[in-house]
T-cell receptor, first 108, second 117 residues
Framework: DAKTTQPNSMESNEEEPVHLPCNHS???????IHWYRQLPSQGPEYVIH???SNVNNRMASLAIAEDRKSSTLILHRATLRDAAVYYC?????????FGTGTSLTVIP | KAGVTQTPRYLIKTRGQQVTLSCSPI?????VSWYQQTPGQGLQFLFE???????NKGNFPGRFSGRQFSNSRSEMNVSTLELGDSALYLC????????????????FGPGTRLTVL
């Protein structure tokens, strides 16, 4: 069963904010939401994670809906180096469930 | 600090053979997890080891196994290879055990590309 649903692809102009959505309607109370990104020919790279409250770090912000059934990864100013596949992940039952990922294209 | 290293980077095997992949975690990290990445199934969790014990396992057949050594290095073994086992196998390490993964980011290696002919 797919635990997270993401759009296959998105585009953004360079230096503009990007909002990457993720639906996780089957989330339970103890499931954390994680975001990782993967550049071509590399392993995934941690971006951010959260449980209930919105989270900020140097890379991005994570906005979690009040009912926790969806979340949004926010890149405040997209750069060309942000072009990657972004995975929304639930950690549930001691496992990591990866979504299919959103391929982000950044247009100069 | 050196990152997660995986060897070999590329491997070609034939059906029926077995293969062993190696992962060296970041120094000080005690948890090692393994993932399979394919175009059709995406990224799937295989298993996690912490302090030489397998703590969690994904939905994979018993042909997939692993172990962790006292220095936290880990190996993954696939026996009786099938064509569908062709994939990128990723290893990740973190400071804490999987149950605390929410507090610890995972650091991924570059992966081992396995091709089964």
């Amino acid at each position: 069963d797919a635990k997270t649903t993401q759009p296959n692809s998105m585009e953004s102009n360079e230096e503009e904010p990007v909002h990457l959505p993720c639906n996780h309607s089957t989330i339970s109370g103890t499931d954390y939401i994680h975001w990782y990104r993967q550049l071509p020919s590399q392993g995934p790279e941690y971006v951010i994670h959260g449980l209930t409250s919105n989270v900020n770090n140097r890379m991005a912000s994570l906005a979690i809906a009040e009912d926790r059934k969806s979340s949004t990864l926010i890149l405040h100013r997209a750069t060309l180096r942000d072009a990657a596949v972004y995975y929304c992940i639930l950690s549930a039952g001691n496992q990591f469930y990866f979504g299919t990922g959103t391929s982000l294209t950044v247009i100069p | 600090k050196a990152g997660v290293t995986q060897t070999p980077r590329y491997l070609i095997k034939t059906r029926g053979q077995q293969v062993t992949l190696s992962c060296s975690p970041i120094s000080g990290h005690r948890s090692v997890s393994w993932y399979q990445q394919t175009p059709g199934q995406g990224l799937q969790f295989l298993f996690e080891y912490f302090s030489e014990t397998q703590r969690n396992k994904g939905n994979f057949p018993g042909r997939f196994s692993g172990r962790q050594f006292s220095n936290s290095r880990s190996e993954m073994n696939v026996s009786t290879l099938e064509l569908g086992d062709s994939a990128l196998y990723l290893c990740a390490s973190s400071l804490g055990a999987f149950q605390t993964i929410s507090y610890n980011e995972q650091f991924f290696g570059p992966g081992t590309r396995l091709t089964v002919l």
